[in-house]
C-alpha cells in the first residue's frame, strides 16, 4: 500500500526534470514530421498562391478541418503566412520546400528522411549492429547531390568569402579541387577569377555529377580528373590546391602529395569540420548506424582513416615545411586552415 505523505513530498529528481527532457525531444520529433508530412504531400506547391483550408482539403483529398490545423501549425513553424483566411508560403518555404526554386532541397530532404528511418530502427540496430552497405552506396549518388544543394544554397558563398578576405586569389592560375566531388567550389572560384583554370580531381563515380554541375553553370575554366587522390597522380604546378571535408584534411598522410603537387609559393586550403562538432555522443551514435565494410565501428562523425586533431595536423603541416598561415572560422562547425609552400 502506497503512503499518501509521500504525495506531499516532492520527487529527487524533481518530475520537472524528467518532463522537460521527454516533451522538449518529442516537440523535435513532431515538428520534423510536420515539415515532411507537409513536403511529401506536395503542400507547398499547391500554396504559392493563397488558399483556404477548404481549397487544400479538396485538391489533396484531405479532411478539411484536419488540414486547417495542419497549416495553423505550419504558420507556427514560419513555413506558411496567413492573410484573410488563406494560407501561402513564406519565402522560407518557397526558397527551399517548393520543387520548382533552383535551391529546391529535394536529396538533402531525402538523406534526413533515410537518417530519421535508420533512428526509427535503433532498436533494431543495437542488438543486430550497423546496417552495411557497400561503400559506393554508402557515398552514393544521393548523398553528393544533398552536399551540392547546401553548397549552392550557401556554403560556397561562405567559404568563399573566408578565402578570398585572407588570401590574393586573383594570382592563381591553376588550382586543384581536391576531392571536390559536385564542383561548386571550384566553379566557384573560377566565377571570381577569370584567368583561373580549376581542375576538380575526384572518384570515377563521382565525375558524371561534376560534369552535370560545370554544364549547368557553363563553366567552361573548369575540368575534371578522375582518380583516387590515397594513390594516383593530382598533376603538378598548381598554385592553388583546395580541398573540403574529405581525408585529405584530417589525415597527414597526405600533406606531402598535396606539397609535390603545388607551384613554389602555392597556397593550400583546407576546409575541415572543428574539433568541437565531432565530440557529441549522439552524433557519434548517429554516425555508426550504418556503414560499409572497413568502417570502423565506434569512430567518430566525419571520420575515416588516420583523423587527427587542429592542433596535431598544424603541426604536421608546419614540420612539413609549409609555412601555416592561419585558421578561420567559415560556421559553427567548418574552419579553414590556410597554409604555403615557400
Not at 505523505?5 to 527532457?21: A, V
Request: glycine share 6%.
Amino acid at each position: 500500500m502506497k503512503d499518501a505523505k509521500k504525495l506531499t513530498i516532492h520527487n529527487t529528481p524533481k518530475f520537472e526534470e524528467y518532463y522537460s527532457l521527454i516533451n522538449n525531444n518529442l516537440e523535435g520529433l513532431k515538428r520534423f514530421n510536420l515539415i515532411i508530412t507537409a513536403y511529401e504531400v506536395e503542400l507547398f506547391e499547391l500554396t504559392t498562391a493563397p488558399k483556404t483550408n477548404q481549397d487544400l482539403a479538396k485538391e489533396l483529398g484531405f479532411h478539411e478541418e484536419m488540414v486547417q490545423l495542419f497549416c495553423e501549425a505550419l504558420l507556427d513553424l514560419g513555413l506558411l503566412t496567413k492573410i484573410g483566411d488563406k494560407y501561402a508560403n513564406s519565402p522560407l518555404a518557397t526558397t527551399y520546400f517548393c520543387r520548382n526554386s533552383p535551391h529546391h532541397m529535394k536529396h538533402s530532404l531525402q538523406n534526413i528522411k533515410s537518417s530519421a528511418n535508420r533512428w526509427a530502427k535503433l532498436s533494431e540496430i543495437i542488438k543486430n549492429g550497423p546496417i552495411i552497405q557497400e561503400k559506393t552506396a554508402f557515398f552514393n549518388s544521393n548523398w553528393l547531390y544533398g552536399i551540392a544543394e547546401g553548397a549552392e544554397a550557401g556554403s560556397v558563398a561562405n567559404t568563399l568569402e573566408v578565402i578570398t578576405t585572407h588570401l590574393d586569389h586573383k594570382r592563381w592560375r591553376r588550382l586543384l579541387d581536391l576531392g571536390g566531388g559536385h564542383g561548386l567550389y571550384a566553379i566557384g572560384f573560377t566565377a571570381l577569377n577569370s584567368e583561373l583554370d580549376a581542375y576538380v580531381f575526384d572518384l570515377p563515380q563521382a565525375i558524371p555529377i561534376t560534369l552535370e554541375y560545370i554544364n549547368e553553370y557553363n563553366a567552361k575554366k573548369v575540368h575534371v580528373i578522375s582518380g583516387d587522390f590515397s594513390k594516383d597522380n593530382m598533376g603538378k604546378e598548381y598554385d592553388a590546391i583546395f580541398s573540403s571535408f574529405n581525408q585529405s584534411c584530417f589525415d597527414p598522410v597526405y600533406i606531402p602529395k598535396i606539397i609535390d603537387a603545388l607551384s613554389p609559393n602555392g597556397d593550400v586550403i583546407l576546409r575541415r569540420f572543428k574539433d568541437s562538432s565531432r565530440t557529441s555522443a549522439l552524433a557519434t551514435l548517429d554516425w555508426n548506424l550504418h556503414g560499409f565494410n572497413g568502417k570502423k565501428i565506434g569512430s567518430k562523425p566525419h571520420s575515416s582513416e588516420n583523423i587527427v586533431d587542429q592542433k596535431t595536423y598544424l603541426s604536421h603541416l608546419a614540420n612539413s615545411g609549409l609555412s601555416v598561415l592561419g585558421t578561420f572560422s567559415v560556421d559553427h562547425m567548418s574552419e579553414i586552415i590556410f597554409a604555403r609552400k615557400t
